[in-house]
């Protein structure tokens, strides 16, 4: 059982740069597959960026070259820094930890977090 916590979402002008992180609960986090999804109003949820439990990364198109996602196993902790904000990152986002990772679909993740708003204004 792995219980995931969000924080550091909120509201930042087109161009700017949030930090989120999700701090883990639970044995073997560094065994897990974590990722970020996002769903926007009306849409269904996209898969943003994911890290293996190797820390190889992957990311969708959309925000390569602005997003990084990283982790640090010590802290139980994955983080995802988010440069160059347009208005069509506006979100709610969601950590999510996966046993394994193969399509990097929303729908392989295991656990969840509870999300946190991201908000770009134009």
């Known amino acids: 059982q792995v219980q995931l916590v969000e924080s550091g979402g909120g509201l930042v002008q087109a161009g700017g740069s949030l930090r989120l992180s999700c701090a883990a609960s639970g044995r073997s986090f560094s065994s897990y597959d974590m990722g970020w999804v996002r769903q926007a109003p009306g849409k269904e949820r996209e898969f943003v960026a994911a890290i293996r439990g190797g820390a190889s990364t992957y990311y969708t198109d959309s925000v390569k070259g602005r997003f990084t996602i990283s982790r640090d196993n010590a802290k139980n902790t994955v983080y995802l820094q988010m440069n160059s904000l347009k208005p069509e990152d506006t979100a709610v986002y969601y950590c999510?930890?996966?046993?394994?990772?193969?399509?990097?679909?929303?729908?392989?993740?295991?656990?969840w977090g509870q999300g946190t708003q991201v908000t770009v204004s134009s």
């Open positions: 999510a930890a996966a046993f394994v990772l193969t399509y990097y679909r929303p729908q392989e993740f295991n656990y």
